[in-house]
């Protein structure tokens, strides 16, 4: 049992010395400028995923999606998000793939995660990536609007509909071919 102690102990220390060696020595990439690897986004995004559902509030949203709010978001989402997510009318960002991992396209790919779960990204920002906390710069009723535009994307009613088309100039989410709407999970 001792010398069972002892090796788990050894074993730690070789990773710990290993790591640090790997780090201080520059073994460690720092390049943002390449796409992650298929393993690591998967298990990145299946980690973001279980820290959302551990920390985040499941709250239900207190605006609602009116038009007024809608186009609102629509507004908040042009000034604050487009640059990273991409614009409304369907642009591609031209920072997206200058991130690692990249700001997924929004606007094409709208997210169909819960609204609890997209309040709490936006409202506190994803570590050790691009997107930042917007606490400190948008009032919550501001991120629950822009939360409420990602989430009725594809179902706005009729007058927000309209306004999307005349402002952006497309239909919302794009006239894409079918099976072409879901985002890529993995
Ligand atoms: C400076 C660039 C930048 C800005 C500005 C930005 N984001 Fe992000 N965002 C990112 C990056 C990079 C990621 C990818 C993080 C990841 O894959 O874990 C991201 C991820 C996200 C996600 C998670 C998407 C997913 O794959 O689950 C959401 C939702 C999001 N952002 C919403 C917003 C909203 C809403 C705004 C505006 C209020 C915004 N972002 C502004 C860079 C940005």
Redesign the pocket.
């Known amino acids: 049992m001792g010398k069972f102690i002892l090796g788990v102990i050894i074993t730690l220390i070789v990773l710990i010395l290993g790591g640090l060696g790997f780090a201080t020595l520059g073994f460690f990439p720092t390049q943002a400028n390449v796409a992650p690897p298929r393993w690591e986004h998967h298990l990145?995004?299946t980690a973001?995923d279980a820290s959302m559902e551990r920390h985040a509030p499941h709250v239900t949203n207190p605006v609602p999606p009116t038009d007024q709010n809608l186009e609102e978001g629509m507004k908040?989402?042009t000034m604050?998000?487009a640059?990273?997510?991409g614009g409304l009318d369907l642009k591609p960002a031209s920072?997206a793939n200058s991130?690692y991992?990249?700001?997924?396209n929004?606007p094409t790919h709208p997210?169909d995660?819960p609204e609890w779960h997209?309040f709490y990204?936006?409202r506190t920002g994803?570590r050790y990536?691009?997107?930042?906390a917007?606490d400190k710069t948008?009032g919550e009723p501001d991120i629950w609007k822009?939360t409420s535009l990602?989430s009725h994307l594809e179902k706005l009613p009729p007058a927000a509909q309209e306004y999307y088309k005349t402002n952006f100039g497309v239909v919302p989410g794009g006239e894409k071919k079918e099976g072409m709407k879901d985002r890529d999970k993995d």
């Open positions: 990145a995004n973001v908040l989402y604050n998000c640059l990273c997510h920072l991130f991992p990249p700001a997924p929004l997210p995660d997209l990204t936006v994803i990536t691009g997107m930042p917007w948008l822009i990602l």
